[in-house]
């Protein structure tokens, strides 16, 4: 195609993405989860978003799991608000009847490739 080049023509250029951009691609990131899957002695329990708290490199989802049940939490998983899993968290933790906050952190990291992919 005429007037298009490819990357080994481009030579010494860098990218600088602005804080702006990245602020607003944390923040559209931060507003997906809806809601969180907890899974206690195989039994799943549905919590919504508690609250959302925004730093400079992440946020974090955190979830409230109440009093009841008792058991062993096996699995979290962070959905939207079509029930698409985002993330998954697997292992053992055991839950008496006290409450539990639980929080999802996710990073961002701004980093500036070079032509070659690189």
């Not at 730093?55 to 974090?60: G, R």
């Not at 009841?68 to 998983?77: D, L, Q, Y």
């Not at 968290?89 to 690189?118: C, P, R, S, T």
């Amino acid at each position: 195609m005429e007037g298009v080049k490819n990357s080994e023509e481009i030579k010494d250029w860098a990218w600088a993405i602005m804080p702006f951009y990245t602020n607003v691609m944390r923040n559209m990131a931060s507003s997906i989860a809806k809601d969180a899957v907890v899974t206690v002695n195989g039994e799943d329990y549905v919590y919504p978003i508690a609250k959302t708290v925004m730093e400079d490199t992440f946020f974090k989802h955190y979830i409230e799991i109440e009093d009841e049940p008792i058991g062993n939490i096996e699995k979290i998983i962070l959905r939207n608000e079509n029930e698409i899993p985002l993330a998954t968290g697997v292992g053992l933790i055991e839950k008496d009847d006290e409450g539990w906050h639980l929080a999802f952190k996710i990073y961002f990291e701004e980093k500036v490739m070079a032509n070659d992919g690189q």
